[in-house]
C-alpha cells in the first residue's frame, strides 16, 4: 500500500491541538496555540516527507512522494552520484546539490519552480550515498519519464556533470540507458557471461534477475563493510563492479 504524504493535514492537526491546549488560557493562549501549531505541523510535515524520500533512495521503486515533475528525485539522485564519483573531490555538497538543482531546472518542465525541492532532494541524497544504486535509480527515473519524451535530454544533462574516468564511465552508462540510440563504449568485459556472474538461469524473470542484482550489490558494496585491510577491499570492489556490468550486459538485452 502506497503512503501518500498530506503535509496540510499534519498542520491542520496541530493547529487544532495547539489551540485547544491554548483555549485555557484565553484568547492569547488560543493565538499562541495556532501559530505554534503551524510550525509544528509543518515541521513533522517535513521529517514525514523526508523518511519516505531517503526510503526511496535506498530502496527505488513505486512511491508516491511529492516530485513536482515525475522523476525529480531520481535525476538529482543520479547527479549526486555522478559528481561523488570525481575524484579528488571538486565540488562541497552544497555546491554541487546547486549545481544538480540548476540542471534539472534547466531540462524539466517545471523549470525555476522546481529548483529549491532539486536541492532539498540532492542533500538528502548526499546523506544516503553509500547505498545510492544508479542502475535501479536510472531504471526508476526511466519508468517515471518515459511518457515525456525527454530521456534523451535527462541523460545528457546527468552526462555533462561528470568529471574524472570514473564519473564519465558511471555517466556513460546512464546516458546511453536512457537514450538507446546514443552510441557509447560497452564498460562490461565482454567475455564474461552476465548470466553466470549474477548466477541465475537465462530463463529467470526480469523481477528475478533485478532482485538478484539487488541482494548482491548491498552484499558486496565496498562501502556497506568494515574492518577490511586493502586487498580484501580491492577484491569487493573487483566483485562488485563485475556484477554491477553483469546487470547492465543483462538489462540492455532485455531492453531491445
Request: proline share 5%.
Amino acid at each position: 500500500m502506497k503512503f501518500k504524504l498530506k503535509p496540510q493535514k499534519y498542520t491542520l492537526l496541530f493547529v487544532l491541538l495547539f489551540a485547544a491546549g491554548g483555549y485555557f488560557l484565553g484568547i492569547p493562549g488560543m493565538i499562541t496555540g495556532i501559530v505554534l501549531g503551524y510550525f509544528v505541523g509543518g515541521l513533522w510535515a517535513q521529517l514525514g516527507s523526508d523518511r519516505v524520500v531517503l526510503a526511496y533512495f535506498e530502496n527505488p521503486g513505486p512511491s508516491s512522494f511529492n516530485e513536482e515533475d515525475p522523476g525529480l528525485a531520481a535525476f538529482c539522485a543520479l547527479g549526486v552520484y555522478i559528481i561523488s564519483r570525481a575524484s579528488p573531490k571538486v565540488l562541497e555538497d552544497d555546491a554541487a546539490a546547486a549545481r544538480i538543482a540548476g540542471g534539472a531546472v534547466s531540462v524539466f518542465p517545471r523549470g525555476k519552480k522546481i529548483g529549491p525541492l532539486a536541492e532539498s532532494f540532492c542533500r538528502l541524497a548526499f546523506t544516503r550515498l553509500s547505498v545510492l544504486n544508479p542502475d535501479l535509480l536510472t531504471e526508476s527515473m526511466a519508468a517515471r519519464r518515459r511518457s515525456e519524451g525527454d530521456l534523451a535530454l535527462l541523460g545528457s544533462e546527468l552526462a555533462s556533470m561528470a568529471m574524472g574516468r570514473e564519473a564519465w564511465q558511471e555517466a556513460l552508462y546512464i546516458r546511453q540507458y536512457l537514450d538507446p540510440s546514443y552510441q557509447a563504449p560497452l564498460l562490461e568485459n565482454p567475455g564474461e557471461d552476465p548470466w553466470k556472474v549474477l548466477g541465475i538461469s537465462k530463463s529467470a524473470s526480469y523481477r528475478e534477475v533485478k532482485s538478484t542484482f539487488r541482494r548482491l550489490a548491498l552484499e558486496f558494496h565496498p562501502d556497506n563493510q568494515s574492518g577490511l585491510n586493502d586487498a580484501e577491499q580491492k577484491t569487493l570492489s573487483e566483485g562488485f563492479i563485475k556484477i554491477r556490468d553483469a546487470y547492465r550486459a543483462i538489462s540492455r538485452e532485455i531492453i531491445k
